[in-house]
């Protein structure tokens, strides 16, 4: 099977992935059994369906893989021996039509109807777990990264991040799998949509590997936001949100060349973004922010939308992005909102002015590699070609995604040419 036919099914693996775990922990319970039953129905079906095709109905073939993995494990285990028989009578037999004759077969199935991701989403957003909690879980069950990834993310090691995902399923561990009421919903919603946005960050510029954009997270993200929102179809945070993703998603065409390299946002052509998706983002951006007051998501959203509506890059409302930004900084005290703002300054008042403001966050940065990329870009900007040398050098050696580390490199070595 060619690699095309690879991509699509890990595709399919990782869209179906939240769906099916969702399912059983909905009919069983037991959140972590179901989750480890899952990982093994997904491998069996990144071994078998490359060679014996994929099923009709993928979901419903990874259900019924699942279904029995756990039934089998809880059947092997000697402290759940008297629940045997509960397990077996809630196997999910009229779930499927017709069945395969083994798991390797590619015959067609049935799933239920209803889709459990959401109901997933917000039981991992407990308001038992603390935020770190809530967010780790969450990108590991639903989001579909694996604790490396998400430890990345996070700036800890795997190890730290693999024991806070276990505590997590121990405590959400025997919690009724039901859709929130109108209480729990705005309890959660905070934490929802922050792991919804860390979910579409990870897929519109990976953290790590070969790949810039990882289009089944990204989707995935924006496919739950849109789920949110037909719940909450009055609140500004969600359609904000909602309207940021699709703002930037609409990018995505123009970010990447041939051989997959980085293209930045000021020379990307610009004919290759989808209109349609910016004309729809900009729609829910200014629905969000007539529904006030501006919180973050929509003031990224009203930005991503200046930013999408200008033709060339010189054309782009530098002054109003700056005033966003001011607004958005004042809000939170996030370090890549700042440096963000610092690009904007710089693009209004000139690169030092913006090279004051990144020398200014190095500490709260933290020296991540976008700290030294920033500073990078505005010291070549300034004309200090040797010191941007430095810094884009810094840059590529702290990035674990290969298309940036490319890039960056790529910058080093033409900075003063």
Aim: glycine share 6%; proline share 6%.
């Amino acid at each position: 099977m060619d690699q095309a036919a690879d991509d699509v099914i890990e595709a399919l693996v990782r869209r179906h992935a939240p769906q099916v775990l969702g399912a059983l922990v909905r009919r069983y319970g037991h959140f972590d059994p179901a989750e480890d039953s899952v990982q093994e129905a997904l491998i069996a079906a990144a071994e078998q369906w490359p060679r014996d095709g994929v099923p009709d109905n993928p979901r419903g073939w990874l259900i019924r893989v699942a279904s029995r993995r756990l039934t089998d494990r809880l059947r092997s285990d000697e402290a759940r021996r008297r629940r045997e028989e509960t397990a077996a009578a809630l196997t999910p037999a009229d779930a499927f039509v017709s069945p395969p004759p083994g798991e390797g077969a590619a015959g067609g199935s049935r799933a239920p109807a209803e889709d459990d991701t959401l109901t997933l989403l917000f039981l991992c957003c407990h308001p038992a777990l603390s935020p770190a909690a809530q967010i780790a879980l969450t990108l590991r069950a639903v989001g579909g990264l694996t604790t490396a990834e998400i430890a990345r993310a996070h700036l800890v090691p795997e190890a730290t991040m693999a024991q806070r995902i276990s505590r997590a399923k121990r405590v959400v561990r025997g919690t009724r799998f039901l859709r929130p009421d109108a209480q729990e919903l705005d309890q959660r919603l905070g934490a929802v949509l922050q792991v919804l946005y860390l979910i579409f960050n990870e897929g519109y510029t990976a953290t790590a590997g070969p790949d810039l954009h990882r289009t089944d997270l990204a989707r995935e993200a924006i496919r739950l936001t849109r789920a949110v929102r037909r719940l909450l179809p009055h609140d500004g945070r969600v359609t904000g949100l909602l309207a940021l993703m699709v703002l930037t998603e609409a990018r995505t065409p123009a970010r990447t060349g041939p051989g997959g390299e980085l293209i930045p946002l000021d020379e990307q052509d610009r004919a290759l973004w989808d209109r349609t998706a910016i004309a729809e983002g900009t729609a829910l951006a200014e629905e969000a922010l007539a529904r006030g007051p501006a919180g973050d998501y929509q003031l990224q959203a009203a930005i991503a939308a200046l930013h999408d509506e200008a033709e060339r890059p010189e054309d782009t409302d530098w002054p109003q992005i700056l005033a966003l930004y001011d607004l958005l900084v004042r809000r939170t005290p996030d370090p890549a909102a700042a440096l963000s703002r610092a690009v904007a300054v710089a693009m209004v008042h000139g690169p030092r002015a913006g090279l004051a403001e990144v020398d200014a966050l190095a500490e709260a940065a933290g020296r991540h590699y976008r700290f030294d990329a920033v500073r990078a870009h505005l010291l070549e900007r300034a004309g200090d070609a040797t010191a941007a040398r430095t810094a884009y050098r810094a840059a590529a050696d702290a990035t674990l995604s290969e298309p940036e580390a490319r890039y960056l490199r790529m910058r080093a070595d033409e900075a003063g040419r």
